[in-house]
């Protein structure tokens, strides 16, 4: 398996123009973060789907960022207008997780990150 | 609020030498914890996950120690090399969820 691919590794786009990073899971993978990372606040979790569904949406900034999942291995962040304060790096990242208390090993499988630069 | 902290300055050592890193967190109560190594322009990658009941875990080089009673991981990086120098993360999960911290850089010097 290739990993987690994500797209564009990088992007340079000025204020207001809308951004949308792609990423493909891991086949046979149901779980998938979105991740974003900078020197200031570290990683931060955005959205989390399990089977497709948005399960924790609380640390989307605000209604200008939108996640979709189409279906099972592929997801969308977008947003719209950018702003200077978006620039950073967005990492998406999957990993199995069973259910009923199954559990899967817990651990994540990152793609290499989307380096988003809004001037 | 919650907390997760680990060292936010670099730790430089020596190889052949002992690398500890620390992880310590306030009001979570994890099911359990992983570690990650990151390097420069990477996505972070997986290492080690200790569960809640678990005192201490092994892999090759690497042992992860949990007290939950003190709040604190501890990760181990025996007769340490110059690859090993990059960040470490500790993440957090209670519910199929991950926090992570800020990371630790460890430098290595031949």
């Known amino acids: 398996d290739a990993g987690v691919i994500q797209s564009p590794r990088h992007e340079v786009t000025e204020m207001g123009q809308e951004v949308t990073l792609r990423c493909k899971l891991i086949?046979?993978?149901?779980?998938l973060f979105w991740y974003r990372q900078t020197m200031m606040r570290g990683l931060e979790l955005l959205i989390y789907f399990n089977n497709n569904v948005p399960i924790d949406d609380s640390g989307m900034p605000e209604d200008r960022f939108s996640a979709k999942m189409p279906n099972a291995s592929f997801s969308t962040l977008k947003i719209q207008p950018s702003e200077p304060r978006d620039s950073a790096v967005y990492f998406c990242?999957?990993?199995?997780?069973?259910?009923?208390?199954?559990?899967?090993?817990?651990?994540?499988?990152f793609g290499e990150g989307s380096r988003l630069t809004v001037l | 609020s919650q907390k997760i902290e680990q060292n936010s300055e670099a730790l430089n050592i020596q190889e052949g030498k002992t690398a500890t890193l620390t992880c310590n967190y306030t009001?979570?109560?994890?099911?359990?914890l992983q570690w990650y190594r990151q390097d420069p322009g990477r996505g972070p990658v997986f290492l080690l996950l200790?569960?809640?009941?678990?005192k201490e875990k092994r892999k090759e080089r690497l042992k992860v120690t949990f007290d939950t009673t003190l709040k604190q991981s501890l990760f181990h990086i025996t007769a340490s090399q110059p690859a090993d120098s990059a960040t470490y993360l500790c993440?957090?999960?209670?519910?199929?969820?991950?926090?992570f911290g800020r990371g630790t850089s460890l430098i290595v010097h031949p």
């Open positions: 990242a999957s990993s199995y997780q069973g259910t009923g208390g199954s559990g899967g090993t817990g651990e994540l499988f």
């Open positions: 086949s046979g993978h149901n779980s």
């Open positions: 200790i569960r809640e009941n678990e």
């Open positions: 993440a957090l999960d209670e519910s199929y969820i991950p926090t």
């Open positions: 009001n979570y109560s994890p099911a359990y």
